[in-house]
Structures are given as C-alpha cells and as structure tokens.
C-alpha cells in the first residue's frame, strides 16, 4: 500500500500501487497547485473518509472534484463527477515513501481542452 497524505495528516488515501509514472498538467489549476498525479482506479484507492473531510473546489466544466485538505491547504486528489468514468488522481507530491526523481513525469496539455 501507498499512501498519501496532506501536511497536517488530516487527509489521508491509500493506493494499492505506487504510481508507474505521474502526469504533470499545465492547465490553470494545475500550474497553481503543482500537483503531479498518479491515475488510478477508484476501486484502487481508498479515499472515503479522504473525500468526506476534504474542502472541494470545481471549476469550469464541472467534471472533476478537487480535494484539499481546509486546514493545511494541500491538494491531495481529483475525483471525476460522473461515477462511470472510472480514474480518479492522486497527487504523488503528498506521497512521502515515493522518490519522484526516480518516476517518468509526462506533460499533460490540459490547457488546450
């Protein structure tokens, strides 16, 4: 299992898998979180409580969630709106026990959707 957490630990998931590699997106959100995301089943991740304790933010199109944590102000995952659609992301920065350095990081061109 893998984990990841916010800073204050209040928000926490676990991944069955670390990540093969992550997604680094430069849409407007992405480029102001600097989030790097490790895709996942749902069904791979365990992020209940996660989602209920988390502040959310929506924006745009209205087709992904956006969790962070209301007291350390971290962003720890995405959860699609349309529960068929099968992958969720969770940021691999809030994952301590995964060296990035040694994951393949690919760009992610969300600012052209």
């Not at 990841?4 to 590699?21: D, F, I, V, Y």
């Not at 709106?81 to 994952?95: C, E, L, Q, S």
């Amino acid at each position: 299992m893998i984990e990841a957490r916010c800073h204050c630990g209040k928000l926490t998931l676990q991944a069955k898998t670390s990540p093969e590699w992550v997604g680094s997106c430069n849409c407007s959100i992405c480029r102001r979180t600097g989030g790097l995301w490790a895709y996942y089943s749902p069904a791979d991740v365990a992020h209940d409580e996660a989602d209920a304790a988390s502040s959310k933010y929506m924006w745009g199109d209205k087709m992904l969630t956006l969790h962070f944590c209301g007291t350390c102000g971290c962003v720890t995952h995405w959860t699609p709106v349309d529960p068929d659609y099968g992958r969720m992301g969770v940021n691999a920065r809030m994952m301590p026990d995964v060296n990035l350095t040694e994951i393949e990081v690919r760009l992610i061109d969300g600012a052209s959707f």
